[in-house]
T-cell receptor, first 114, second 113 residues
Framework: DSGVTQTPKHLITATGQRVTLRCSPR?????VYWYQQSLDQGLQFLIQ???????AKGNILERFSAQQFPDLHSELNLSSLELGDSALYFC?????????????FGEGSWLTVV | QKEVEQDPGPLSVPEGAIVSLNCTYS??????FMWYRQYSRKGPELLMY????GNKEDGRFTAQVDKSSKYISLFIRDSQPSDSATYLC?????????????FGKGTSLLVTP
């Protein structure tokens, strides 16, 4: 158990809908990351937050947004969902936000868009 | 061309064999190198972490980084059926503007009893 908690574990939704994925980082970790894993693309970095502020942005679609709250938990919002958004979404956390920190991953949220 | 290339396998070996897993990369700015293990439909678990070039050993696992060749390896000695999983290499540069890991697509390993 990495200490990173993600909910829900699985969800199925229809195209055009909006979902919210939630993440609680390890105790004491200030940085939260979101990654998307699909069969054809592998693990792709989406976005990083550090202590409530956006720190780095990767290949995140405009239909997707995230935030980190004062209690350090984070949410990833996915809207206008398309079939291609079906993937495993991972949250990860680290103590600090800089390069070289050890990153721990949660168990993921399986999203199926039908 | 992806920045990080990794043979997807599958790689099948008998129990007790030495396993060699490899990744190549194109970005010479990468300084941090990691190996993660991922069981089916589970979160990646950090196995090894190396900064810059050199070797690092932890139990049955050895990680090697050759920055001159842009090539990293993970060796597993005395492989066990419980080592059957997907192994992901990951790497990152030293940046003041955030920390994003670049992953290979993973090598699927099967250790047969």
């Amino acid at each position: 158990d990495s200490g990173v908690t993600q909910t829900p574990k699985h969800l199925i939704t229809a195209t055009g809908q909006r979902v919210t994925l939630r993440c609680s980082p390890r105790s004491g970790d200030l940085s939260v990351y979101w990654y998307q894993q699909s069969l054809d693309q592998g693990l792709q970095f989406l976005i990083q937050y550090y202590n409530g502020e956006e720190r780095a942005k990767g290949n995140i679609l405009e239909r997707f947004s995230a935030q980190q709250f004062p209690d350090l938990h984070s949410e990833l919002n996915l809207s206008s969902l398309e079939l291609g958004d079906s993937a495993l979404y991972f949250c990860a956390s680290s103590t600090a936000g800089g390069s070289g920190n050890t990153i721990y991953f949660g168990e993921g949220s399986w999203l199926t868009v039908v | 061309q992806k920045e990080v290339e990794q043979d997807p396998g599958p790689l099948s070996v008998p129990e007790g064999a030495i396993v060699s897993l490899n990744c190549t990369y194109s970005n010479s700015a990468f300084q941090y190198f990691m190996w993660y293990r991922q069981y089916s439909r589970k979160g990646p678990e950090l196995l090894m972490y190396t900064y810059s070039s050199g070797n690092k050993e932890d139990g049955r696992f050895t990680a090697q980084v050759d920055k001159s060749s842009k090539y990293i390896s993970l060796f597993i000695r005395d492989s066990q059926p419980s080592d059957s999983a997907t192994y992901l290499c990951a790497m990152s540069s030293n940046s003041n503007s955030g920390y994003a890991l670049n992953f290979g697509k993973g090598t699927s390993l099967l250790v047969t009893p």
